[in-house]
């Protein structure tokens, strides 16, 4: 777009039509629409050997009924004040230490857990609880009841992710919480996962919710798909082996506005380029390896987490067998026709 040339007329003439609440588009045209995304989103990687420290520290300071939810918010340094690891989502990690009990809530905004480190302590969401060991994958869908609690002996610490962002831009944010610290138990643990769970559904089954009706996606069987599918040797070059966790009504994502991934990169395996709109939030749960996103290089291992931000090229290295979780708002792009993506010379 060729720049417009200031003159005193002009500049005369904005500051009137600003007294209107009046702004004349071919000042900001560039700044609106741009030949490609222009994000203030910047790559980072955050150790958790440090979160953990600095998380050992908050349990000391505060607990998690004072605080209501005991969380170190992953801030991208582009983006400081905001409370958003990208333009869209938010990312933080949580600690439920022994005796702790998070107390029941509901809001409008869907959440993630994707564990860390620890094993044993619980999540309900609407009824039911589950156990929660590394890798899981657990869904609080919209304005459901949940709460966490952990009676173990040792400390527990997952991911959260949450379409904060986006509820905060449409403006339409409720939430409310519970008399009780923890809500009635109505249904089995595990009772999702067996209705839900093997490629069969109830046949007069009805729901209302675009969300997964399984709530909690256990590693263990994530990681059997990843390995069953490892057998084809069908790698692709710019992700390795990877896999999206879907809704099993629809086949759809398992979350309406945040995309969850699962990738296995096996040892030496070095990915071509690639780069997409959705900026996506990285978390590796085993192996160790390298990202190179833009010209920035990042070291990870295991419960580390980083950001690649929209339209920026990426590569990942694996040292050894590696798998990472990975989120991203890709679902609300793809029902807007907004998303796009590049392979480059894969």
Request: glycine share 6%.
């Amino acid at each position: 777009m060729e720049a417009v040339t200031k003159t005193p007329e002009r500049e005369a003439f904005y500051r009137k039509i600003d007294g209107e609440n009046l702004t004349a588009l071919w000042t900001v045209m560039s700044d609106l629409i741009t030949p490609e995304p222009r994000s203030a989103c910047r790559p980072h990687l955050w150790k958790f050997d440090v979160i953990r420290d600095y998380m050992t520290e908050a349990g000391r300071l505060i607990t998690a009924k004072e605080a209501e939810r005991r969380v170190l918010v992953l801030e991208n340094p582009g983006l400081r004040g905001q409370s958003k690891i990208t333009t869209s989502l938010y990312a933080g990690v949580q600690m439920v230490v022994p005796g702790d009990v998070a107390p029941a809530h509901r809001h409008s905004q869907s959440a993630l857990r994707f564990v860390l480190e620890g094993k044993g302590a619980h999540t309900a969401v609407d009824g039911e609880r589950t156990a929660m060991e590394p890798g899981d994958f657990i869904i609080t869908p919209s304005m459901t009841w949940h709460d966490h609690s952990n009676e173990t002996t040792e400390p527990m610490f997952w991911l959260d992710g949450l379409d904060i962002p986006l509820v905060q831009f449409f403006d339409c944010s409720f939430a409310e919480g519970s008399k009780e610290d923890q809500q009635r138990i109505t249904r089995p643990a595990g009772d999702s996962f067996a209705r839900y769970g093997h490629n069969l559904l109830p046949v007069d089954a009805k729901r209302s919710s675009k969300t997964s009706p399984i709530f909690s996606y256990p590693y263990a069987y994530t990681r059997e798909a990843l390995e069953k599918a490892r057998a084809s040797q069908e790698w692709d070059a710019c992700h390795g082996l990877k896999l999206k966790f879907s809704n099993p009504e629809t086949g759809d994502f398992a979350m309406p506005t945040i995309g969850t991934f699962i990738q296995l990169l096996p040892k030496g395996f070095k990915t071509a380029r690639y780069r997409a709109t959705d900026a996506t939030v990285f978390c590796p749960i085993e192996g160790k390896g390298r990202s190179r996103i833009g010209d920035a290089v990042f070291e990870w291992g295991p419960r580390d987490l980083f950001v690649v931000p929209s339209w920026r090229w990426v590569t990942h290295e694996a040292e050894d067998d590696a798998v990472l979780f990975s989120f991203s708002d890709r679902p609300v792009q793809q029902k807007l026709d907004l998303f796009r993506e590049d392979r480059g010379n894969a």
